[in-house]
């Protein structure tokens, strides 16, 4: 079985000429390099008072709600949001899976209005079968490779209607197909091929 395999599971609901991904870029957000108690041993928080209180921009406290709400779901996965211009070939995270999400995904995740109830359950149920069947790839993929075969990147991509295409990236190969099934023979048969 490959050694390091990390998926990505692509919400964004793009057209079907998407191309593939490859590679993964870790990128965790930093903080402070002081731990809370020692600022407010420094007193920085007594000095300067209320203005030394962070507030958080409407789009960062709605990106924490998502971020949360999929983290305490499932918690292999990071969560990023992406533009429609984005190079989704440089967004990964350090845990096993990646959920990117839309803009307009995270704000339907992030609302409590009532009108908006449906379509965030649709949109939840599509997460869990891309979770579901990222799991079940990973699987695979890894009974159909070795050692010393590199997967740099898999994964899935959901269109609005929660139809799914699949992807790999193996050795330098690109491999994408509309069933896993169909992808991982293709995995196989070239592997079949290189080795005679």
Same mark, same amino acid.
């Given at each position: 079985?490959?050694?390091?395999?990390?998926?990505?599971?692509?919400?964004?609901?793009?057209?079907?000429?998407?191309?593939?991904?490859?590679?993964?870029?870790?990128? #965790?957000?930093?903080?402070?390099? #002081?731990?809370?108690?020692?600022?407010?041993?420094?007193?920085?928080?007594?000095?300067?008072?209320?203005?030394?209180?962070?507030?958080?921009?409407?789009?960062?406290?709605?990106?924490?709600?998502?971020?949360?709400?999929?983290?305490? #779901?499932?918690?292999?996965?990071?969560?990023?949001?992406?533009?429609?211009?984005?190079?989704?070939?440089?967004?990964?995270?350090?845990?096993?899976?990646?959920?990117?999400?839309?803009?307009?995904?995270?704000?339907?995740?992030?609302?409590?209005?009532?009108?908006?109830?449906?379509?965030? $359950?649709?949109?939840?149920?599509?997460?869990?079968?891309?979770?579901?069947?990222?799991?079940?790839?990973?699987?695979?993929?890894?009974? $159909?490779?070795?050692?010393?075969?590199?997967?740099?990147?898999?994964?899935?991509?959901?269109?609005?209607?929660? #139809?799914?295409?699949?992807?790999?990236?193996?050795?330098?190969?690109?491999?994408?197909?509309?069933?896993?099934?169909?992808?991982?023979?293709?995995?196989?048969?070239?592997?079949?091929?290189?080795?005679?």
């Amino acid at each position: 079985m490959a050694s390091n395999i990390n998926g990505n599971i692509n919400q964004l609901f793009r057209g079907a000429n998407n191309e593939p991904r490859t590679g993964t870029v870790s990128s #965790k957000p930093r903080g402070p390099s #002081k731990s809370d108690s020692q600022i407010k041993k420094s007193g920085a928080i007594d000095k300067f008072g209320e203005s030394a209180k962070v507030s958080l921009s409407p789009e960062a406290e709605m990106y924490g709600k998502v971020v949360d709400l999929l983290q305490n #779901k499932y918690e292999n996965a990071d969560v990023f949001v992406a533009g429609p211009n984005d190079d989704l070939s440089q967004i990964g995270g350090d845990l096993e899976y990646s959920i990117i999400l839309s803009e307009d995904e995270m704000k339907l995740l992030a609302s409590d209005d009532p009108k908006d109830k449906e379509a965030k $359950n649709k949109l939840m149920g599509q997460i869990d079968d891309a979770m579901t069947a990222i799991k079940d790839m990973s699987e695979k993929i890894g009974e $159909n490779t070795g050692e010393d075969d590199e997967v740099s990147n898999f994964g899935i991509k959901m269109d609005k209607n929660g #139809k799914m295409s699949f992807f790999a990236d193996i050795n330098g190969k690109s491999f994408a197909d509309g069933t896993m099934d169909s992808l991982i023979k293709s995995i196989a048969s070239d592997k079949t091929a290189n080795a005679q």
